[in-house]
């Protein structure tokens, strides 16, 4: 449309009648607006007056009614500028009339005189009242309202700075995707919310400006069809807060408004705005972006122009600044470059890892200005920083490494730290890409945290680049990497040394050399004492004997496997005594001795040494089960001497719990011995006397086994044996009835019925020798029919005296002669 063209209007009031009635109606069409579009015009210009607005107003309180100035976009892709104003009364005197002065632009034409709809707000060319005759006047240009001006907008953006970047952001996404949600502004002015949208308009590049459609005032906000639409605190609309998939609100009158959205470009584009600096805005445009999918809402360069004019920026602004100047900086000047570095320097807010990061490859620019004022506070920062970068990540590390480097910043008080860090940034690197074969792997806090395959590769070399320009750092990272072997992985962590840094010497580093040794071990080598003592020589001779070396090669040559009893004796008898104490290896080896098998052959031997060579205190309980078993074994063997089995039945009240295996050994160890055809005299009384369930169990069980049955069966003297201690001790006490009870009639019965009566003559004449009534008794237990009565008269009753238990000193056993 050139600018002799008659710009297509629309006037809408409520008018007397006429052709085309009364009423609310068109009064003045142009003849190039199509007649199609003006029933959905029509329900773009109407007007209601506030709630609280005086129902019959005065004509000085005309003006105070907002006005309804709207850019919409029609059905068919032109658009409608229109201004609504109330005006009181019609032509009848009835009070609610408007009217609208419309334009209507076709097509793709822009808005005459190349403004943007927004700055149409107020023009004086807008009517209030409908041209005589009926036909608009003439239009050919629409001049700017005077009412919006930098500075006001620099001034209402400071007074909304706390919402503004909110704003901007929903602003932004109104062009993200088409169903984006409306923004709803509630101010008590029409002007205000113009300001608004002015606000939007200049942030916005031009060809967005110039299709945004708003409203600056409707009573009916859900019925509105623009972007923007603005409200006053009385209208049909209530919210309540929180998230809405519909609209966002920004209330600026004490209202709930929506959350807010963390937008980097926003942020900066407030920034610009507050300072007054709208015309960055254009400025940027014309930058390249400051990634290859920038777009018109690109961070980096509006951040980079804003810092270039000494604009302050939030810490991702100056982050996504110094990223755009390394990029795209070397193009400029250094009229861009020095307030550019200054802003950087100068900061503000508390500085995150992504604006350190940001900030390491203008090391070289940044040293540069050493020796300017501006970077004093960014020295102290860094030194701040790198005191406390327990848990940042590697590349942040190296970047403010080469940034303290570059600014001449003394670091020798924080190298401990900072080759803590490389030491576990090196560590990190080695497990992410072990990790590649394993589902799930660990990230790191802070911007920087996440660790990518390609970045696991590069991490090594990045460690071995930095140790290899700081001497101090490589040996103090090797001393961490060594200690971390001491509780870690010492092969891993010796092949993570080698791969960063294939030349470096180990001699001090006996935990990594070891792993190194153990790296070698050819696969076939199955004798973990071998390798071990191999391993303590390979740490060195100044590292022999200290507890965390041990440790180390303990771990390495039994990695997962337990310790045998057998193995633990080598240990044991081969190393000094306090060797193994400070080192844990003793406790490995009680342990071993504790947990052995029933039938291991090495453990009670075992135990013994460990009573024999432990220096410190065995705790009570330990001490009993090891005494426990190292009898055991004594007994089993045929060494224990006279009243092992009151020694054991002591041991085993005081080692509660006892180990299963160890209660098995000692049981098994007792009553064999005491099952044997020739027993040692007067160890069963006590095993009666005691009472022991566990012991007299385990007696019962080898009683019902292969190897005494066949005793049995094959010998009178050891069935005569048998029924004189199995008959012996009535009423001893209830654990040894039931046992002797159980012996007498489920094991020993059995055996006597099927004997030939030859044998069981023999076994009458075995108990005739030691005299009394024992030869009598078996043949009245032996009769048929007779067990029961003579289970209660016989075997059961009580003497005159209590007579002396089974197997004891007084007494000689039937068949037992011979042994004494």
């Known amino acids: 449309m050139n600018s002799s063209t008659h710009l297509p209007q629309l006037h809408y009031t409520s008018a007397a009648p006429g052709p085309d009635g009364s009423g609310f109606r068109f009064t003045a069409v142009s003849e190039t607006v199509p007649a199609n579009l003006l029933r959905e015009i029509e329900q773009l210009v109407g007007y209601e007056p506030p709630r609280d607005a005086p129902s019959r107003p005065s004509a000085s309180e005309l003006g105070l009614f907002p006005a309804a100035f ?25 009070y609610g009339n408007f009217h609208a002065h419309a334009i209507w632009l076709p097509g793709d034409e822009p808005v005459p005189s190349g403004l943007l709809p927004v700055e149409l707000w107020e023009s004086p060319s807008w009517s209030r009242g409908t041209p005589d005759g009926g036909r608009p006047e003439p239009l050919t240009a629409l001049p700017p309202g005077r009412r919006m001006d930098r500075p006001g907008l620099t001034a209402f953006a400071a007074a909304r700075a706390e919402r503004l970047p ?26 205000h919310i113009m300001q608004w949208i002015a606000l939007a308009s200049a942030v916005l ?33 209530t919210f309540s807060g929180g998230a809405d998939h519909r609209y966002r609100v920004h209330d600026s009158t004490g209202g709930a408004s929506g959350p807010a959205r963390e937008d980097g470009w926003a942020s900066v584009a407030a920034r610009v705005w507050t300072a007054g600096l709208p015309k960055l805005f254009t400025a940027a445009e014309k930058l390249p972006p400051e990634g290859a999918d920038g777009g018109p809402f690109d961070h980096g360069r509006l951040a980079a122009v804003a810092a270039a004019e000494c604009v302050a920026l939030d810490s991702a602004g100056r982050a996504a600044a110094a990223r755009w100047a390394t990029r795209h900086g070397p193009a400029h000047d250094a009229e861009f470059w020095g307030p550019l570095l200054a802003t950087l320097a100068e900061g503000g807010d508390p500085r995150t890892s992504e604006e350190w990061l940001a900030f390491g490859p203008l090391a070289a620019q940044l040293g540069r200005m050493a020796d300017h004022a501006a970077t004093a506070s960014l020295k102290e920062e860094l030194l701040g920083t790198l005191a406390s970068v327990g848990r940042a990540p590697l590349d942040l590390v190296l970047a403010l490494l080469d940034l303290a480097d570059a600014l001449s910043v003394e670091t020798t008080g924080v190298l401990p730290l900072l080759a803590e860090r490389a030491s576990a940034a090196l560590l990190g690197a080695q497990s992410s890409h072990s990790a590649q074969s394993s589902p799930g792997a660990a990230s790191s806090p802070g911007a920087a945290s996440a660790h990518s395959a390609a970045s696991a590769d590069e991490d090594p070399a990045a460690v071995a680049a930095a140790l290899g320009r700081h001497p101090g750092i490589r040996g103090a990272v090797l001393g961490e990497l060594d200690l971390a072997a001491a509780s870690g992985d010492p092969v891993r962590l010796a092949a993570v040394v080698r791969g960063a840094m294939p030349d470096v010497d180990l001699t001090d580093t006996p935990h990594l050399r070891m792993g190194e040794a153990a790296g070698r071990r050819p696969p076939g080598d199955d004798d973990p004492v071998r390798a071990f003592h191999a391993l303590v020589a390979e740490a060195g001779h100044a590292y022999k004997g200290r507890p965390a070396v041990l440790r180390t090669a303990y771990r390495l040559a039994w990695a997962e496997r337990p310790i045998t009893p057998g193995q633990a004796r080598f240990l044991l008898n081969q190393l000094p005594p306090d060797w193994l104490a400070s080192s844990g290896i003793e406790r490995r080896v009680t342990e071993a001795a504790l947990a052995a098998p029933a039938r291991d052959p090495d453990a009670p031997e075992l135990a013994a040494d460990l009573l024999r060579y432990t220096t410190g205190a065995l705790e009570p309980r330990t001490r009993s089960a090891l005494s426990l078993l190292a009898l055991a074994g004594q007994i089993a063997d045929g060494r224990a001497t006279p009243g092992f089995t009151e020694q054991s039945v002591a041991l085993c009240r005081m080692t509660t719990p006892l180990e299963p295996a160890i209660a098995e050994r000692i049981g098994g160890a007792i009553a064999g011995t005491l099952l044997s055809p020739q027993p040692p005299p007067g160890e069963l009384e006590q095993l009666a006397r005691s009472g022991d369930p566990d012991l007299l169990g385990a007696y019962l069980a080898m009683a019902r086994g292969d190897t005494v049955l066949g005793r049995l069966r094959t010998s009178p003297s050891y069935v005569a044996a048998c029924f004189f201690h199995w008959s012996s001790g009535p009423g001893l006490n209830s654990a040894w009835e039931r046992t002797r009870t159980t012996l007498l009639a489920d094991v020993l019965r059995p055996v006597v019925r099927r004997l030939p009566p030859e044998a069981v003559a023999e076994v009458v004449r075995h108990l005739e020798r030691p005299g009394g009534r024992w030869a009598r008794d078996f043949q009245e237990w032996n009769r048929p ?28 056993a039937p068949g037992e002669e011979r042994r004494r």
């Open 70 to 94: 709207t850019h919409s976009t029609l059905s068919d892709g032109s658009r409608l500028l229109c201004r609504s104003v109330y005006t009181g009364a019609d032509y009848s005197g009835r």
């Open 785 to 812: 029919g007779r067990i029961a009565r003579l289970g209660g008269r016989l075997l059961g009753r009580k003497p005159p005296e209590t007579p002396p238990g089974p197997g004891s000193p007084g007494t000689t």
């Open 205 to 237: 590049p031009r060809e967005l400006a110039d299709r945004l459609t708003f409203t600056s005032y409707t009573r009916r906000p859900l019925q509105a069809r623009q972007q923007i639409v603005g409200i006053f605190p009385d209208a049909d609309f």
């Open 166 to 191: 909110a704003f901007l952001a929903d602003v932004r996404a109104l062009f993200a995707a088409p169903d984006a949600p409306q923004l709803i502004v509630v101010e008590r002015d029409a002007h």
